[in-house]
């Protein structure tokens, strides 16, 4: 079975060009869809082979996710992971049918981020740029970058250092679909990047002179999106803060205090990287109702009616 994934995987990556979180999230995906098959297959006592996987299988590993209380979001991706591969199997000839052809999706409400003040914003900031060593110098320009930015985490942590254009003022990042964009940053985001390139890359590059990542480990390897991650949660704590917050959260962030600092939806879509303009107006409903205070606020017939009382 692992064998037919194999060539998927390498199907998607070579003649479709898929992004490399796309194929990681895939190799995990499958991975998973494999393994419960084979202990379905085990449990039943029919030989464990793609040509066995049928429509009840399938629905037992959505049951499965549901028990595990996965996310809507999390099992519509790994049902659409194995509907493309089962649509590459019966396309290349390793299956007649594909049993996922009639399989549902769970229905996704769209869910509104929830962004960090403009305070809370600062809290973090001035927490993660205490240290003085070198992961310190690190922490501090990676969390400013992805604040000024709003950049996915994947284009963060995949941007080599000469995709920083300090002099310019500018971050070169390969997107979704390896879609190439030009994100301006602010001064201080450029000064944070070039004191870590300068104090703190430097110092951790010592026994990597060859290893041409803009964010490294402690090892000297490239820093993963886990990393960051784990990263970013500890500079969270550290500031106090309580609510959730994730890579894409600072993306979130960066989209709404954008809006409500006056710029245009469609700078915005260019800047995130949103192929489609309905992606990005989702932002729109973040800034609506702080408009609406500040119009309450500041109109006098709206002052007026809303200190009445009604008869």
């Known amino acids: 079975m692992q064998e037919a994934i194999e060539k998927f995987l390498n199907y998607f990556k070579v003649e479709k060009g898929g992004a490399s979180n796309t194929l990681e999230a895939y190799h995990n995906d499958l991975g ?35 028990e595990k209380d996965y996310r809507p979001t999390t099992i519509a991706r790994k049902i659409a992971a194995a509907k493309s591969l089962f649509n590459f199997m ?6 007649k049918t594909d049993p996922t052809k009639n399989l549902g999706t769970p229905k996704i409400g769209r869910s509104l981020p929830k962004p960090l003040s403009i305070q809370e914003m600062n809290v973090l900031l001035e927490e993660v740029s205490k240290g003085t060593g070198p992961e ?35 971050v070169r990042c390969f997107g ?33 002179p060859l290893e041409t990542a803009l964010f490294m480990n402690q090892k000297g390897g490239r820093l993963t999106r886990q990393g960051l991650w784990q990263i970013l949660k500890g500079h969270v704590a550290a500031a106090g803060i309580n609510a959730r917050v994730t890579p894409h959260t600072l993306r979130h962030t960066f989209a709404t205090h954008m809006l409500s600092g006056g710029a245009d939806l469609r700078s915005l879509q260019e800047l995130l990287g ?27 017939r709206a002052k007026e009616t809303g200190n009445k009382k009604e008869d």
């Open 136 to 170: 310190d110098y690190r922490d501090t320009a990676m969390l400013e970058l992805l604040y000024a930015s709003g950049m996915r985490v994947s284009e963060v942590v995949f941007l080599n250092v000469d995709d920083v254009k300090l002099e310019e003022g500018y």
């Open 32 to 66: 998973q869809l494999r393994k419960f098959l084979e202990k379905q297959c085990s449990d039943k006592g029919i030989p464990c082979q793609w040509s066995a996987v049928n429509r009840d299988l399938l629905l037992n590993y959505v049951l499965f996710m549901k």
């Open 90 to 95: 019966v396309k290349e000839g390793y299956a």
């Open 274 to 300: 949103h192929a489609n303009i309905a992606t990005t107006q989702v932002y729109t409903h973040l800034t609506s109702e702080g408009i609406k205070k500040a119009y309450d606020k500041a109109h006098p």
């Open 176 to 208: 979704k679909g390896s879609k190439e964009r030009i994100i301006p940053i602010h001064s201080d985001a450029v000064n944070k990047l070039r004191k870590y390139i300068e104090k703190g890359r430097e110092k951790i590059l010592v026994h990597h």
